[in-house]
């Protein structure tokens, strides 16, 4: 799966730089992520991110944006939980993944951009944690979780200068966090808000 991928950005990437007109252009991008997990009893966690993309323009309006980006995620529990009639309180589940994704964006101007596209992800960690009887407790949990992650990006852009900007992007999760779900479905949301310089 990993090797296909590749090919395909590989590809992508060459016939698109064969028909712009424009290089393209190379970059860092950083910031935060407010996620959550699908599910009655989970509320949002905030995390950050901070990756490399290259830009590579088809046409005067679209260009097609690969990027890798490491990704801080998860979610906090709503409520307390009790184990007989001792309270477990401040549940949080962090996941860490490697995320791939490829937007196409639409330049509505010269400074404003639409973008829409798929994300790959590949889970790097995963750790469970809590506060069982006034101690902190968190153990690794990623044996019982889907290491690969597909969703789809939703986003907007702005240039503040021709080097520097920002970008708001929702992705929405398509498969199974959990191996052995039941139940509740558990798949990941994710708003990410920051910046982006290109070189």
């Not at 990993?2 to 910031?31: E, R």
């Not at 791939?100 to 798929?118: C, I, R, S």
């Amino acid at each position: 799966m990993k090797k296909q991928l590749l090919s395909l950005c590989i590809i992508i990437g060459t016939m698109a730089f064969a028909q712009s007109t424009n290089g393209p252009k190379f970059g860092i991008k950083a910031g935060g992520n407010l996620s959550s997990i699908t599910g009655s009893d989970s509320k949002s966690k905030f995390g950050f991110y901070a990756g490399a993309f290259v830009n590579i323009p088809i046409s005067e309006a679209f260009s097609i944006q690969p990027e890798v980006v490491y990704s801080q995620q998860g979610a906090k529990a709503k409520d307390k939980y009790y184990f007989a009639v001792i309270a477990v309180t401040d549940i949080k589940q962090t996941l860490d993944y490697m995320n791939v994704p490829v937007m196409v964006q639409y330049n509505a101007t010269p400074k404003f951009y639409l973008e829409a596209g798929p994300e790959f992800g590949f889970l790097i960690s995963a750790k469970a944690k809590e506060n069982f009887i006034g101690t902190p407790l968190s153990r690794d949990n990623k044996s019982s979780l889907n290491t690969f992650n597909f969703g789809l990006g939703l986003g907007l852009g702005y240039k503040l200068m021709p080097k520097l900007g920002i970008n708001a992007r929702y992705i929405a999760g398509l498969t199974e966090i959990a191996k052995d779900g039941e139940g509740d479905s558990s798949k990941n949301t994710n708003f990410q808000l920051g910046i982006n310089y290109s070189f």
